[in-house]
């Protein structure tokens, strides 16, 4: 990894009959740098209503200085480090998730003179996401369509529109960017989805998950659309389904969501992210 100022590294790419679905999660970071450095992490599992934290554990190796400050949204924690040398971090949890599976595309849209704050903001362009610039398209293409049924087409076309390529994007590509060649990956797939929907004036917002069947395995990115007063995750590429994942972070786009910022030149030296369902068995505990 080429050295740079600010080094932002984004999302790339068994059910129980009572309780829901356990989840467990083991993540190891291995970076090195040349000088003292500052690091910014966003890769633990946010404590939600509908994702529940048994346990967890976060070891950041040997660091100069750990604070934690609110993510984006409210939902999760960012974790500044101070590091020298290496960064050798592991993050373990078990999560139960409890949310039930709805039928997006049955849901009415909001009006947008009736959107809180936060969905207010997810109508807007943002940096990977040019919404104002597929206004024109998303008219043409679904304008006979409202709420949950242009979801839903919306949805459609970028399956059927969309070849997933690893390696066929890069830090820099934008949604406008996919749209013309028609290829990326899920950070691509998802920024593509998300400017529809907000040229479709239907809020939406970009989300790092874990998923367990996310090919290969990695921090995934998905998209969060608010239908019918409230926001529903939904993964434009077809690897996870809405009640496997686990939010880590959400943002306008992946620029807000980056699992690992660096003020500081560093170097990749190995990564791992593993996600597995387990019959649930640990009692459940609120963090």
Do not use: K
Request: charged content about 15%; aromatic content about 8%; glycine content about 8%.
């Amino acid at each position: 990894m080429p050295p740079s100022p600010i080094t932002a590294l984004a999302a790339c790419c068994g059910i129980a009959a009572n309780g829901g679905m356990i989840v467990t999660i083991r993540t190891d970071l291995h970076y090195s740098m040349t000088a003292e450095t500052d690091l910014v992490l966003q890769i633990e599992a946010a404590a939600m209503s509908d994702q529940r934290i048994v346990e967890h554990s976060f070891e950041p190796g040997v660091t100069a200085h750990l604070t934690r400050v609110a993510a984006e949204f409210g939902i999760g924690e960012r974790v500044w480090l101070r590091v020298t040398g290496n960064l050798i971090c592991r993050y373990t949890a078990t999560v139960r998730i409890d949310r039930p599976g709805i039928d997006l595309q049955a849901l009415p849209a909001t009006p947008p003179h009736l959107l809180p704050a936060d969905a207010v903001r997810c109508l807007m362009p943002s940096r990977y996401c040019p919404s104002d610039e597929f206004q024109h398209f998303s008219e043409t293409e679904f304008g006979a369509l409202q709420g949950g049924a242009r979801f839903a087409a919306i949805a459609d076309w970028v399956r059927g529109n969309l070849r997933y390529l690893p390696g066929s994007s890069h830090g820099a590509t934008t949604a406008l960017d996919t749209f013309v060649q028609r290829q990326g990956v899920c950070r691509d797939f998802s920024h593509v989805m998300i400017c529809l929907l907000r040229a479709s004036a239907i809020p939406a917002r970009f989300a790092s998950v874990y998923a367990p069947d996310a090919n290969p395995p990695d921090f995934h990115a998905v998209v969060e659309v608010y239908l019918d007063g409230g926001w529903h995750l939904f993964d434009p590429t077809g690897m996870a389904a809405p009640d496997t994942m686990i939010r880590i972070g959400a943002g306008m786009d992946a620029a807000e969501t980056s699992f690992l910022m660096s003020y500081g030149p560093i170097r990749f030296e190995s990564q791992s992210v593993s996600v597995q369902t387990n019959e649930p068995t640990a009692p459940e505990t609120n963090l």
